[in-house]
């Protein structure tokens, strides 16, 4: 089974880094889609079935913390693994994150860096 994600960054050089990062990082990517804000994030989540947000926290209009929020007060989202996104290590340590059952990957990033949070995000034992 493929994993269908959505990288939300509001910069389209960031999500095109992201997207090519993933690619590379040999997770099983079947669909990936894009949004320039946590407003654009919340309507594709709302038409699209997904697996796997990335989310920048700093973003114009609905940022990235108020998205992670969102989707983890909507129960219909319950299975949507998120990574977060930030080039603030301080951000790691964010106990928001951490209890809703985030990743982090910090900017600049590796392939297998992404692959490590994606599978951290989706809970799958490392191999």
Do not use: Y
Request: with cysteine; aromatic share 4%; proline share 4%.
């Amino acid at each position: 089974m493929g994993i269908r994600a959505l990288v939300v960054d509001d910069s389209a050089v960031m999500r095109s880094m992201i997207i090519s990062t993933l690619r590379r990082s040999a997770v099983p990517v079947v669909a990936v889609h894009q949004a320039g804000d946590g407003d654009e994030a919340l309507a594709l989540l709302a038409r699209e079935e997904l697996d796997l947000v990335f989310i920048d926290l700093d973003m114009p209009r609905t940022d990235g913390g108020a998205l992670f929020d969102a989707i983890r007060a909507n129960a219909a989202w319950a299975h949507v693994a998120c990574v977060v996104v930030s080039s603030d290590a301080s951000a790691a340590s964010d106990q928001r994150w951490s209890d809703g059952g985030a990743a982090f990957v910090q900017k600049p990033f590796t392939p297998e860096g992404v692959r490590a949070a994606v599978l951290k995000g989706l809970r799958v034992p490392r191999a």
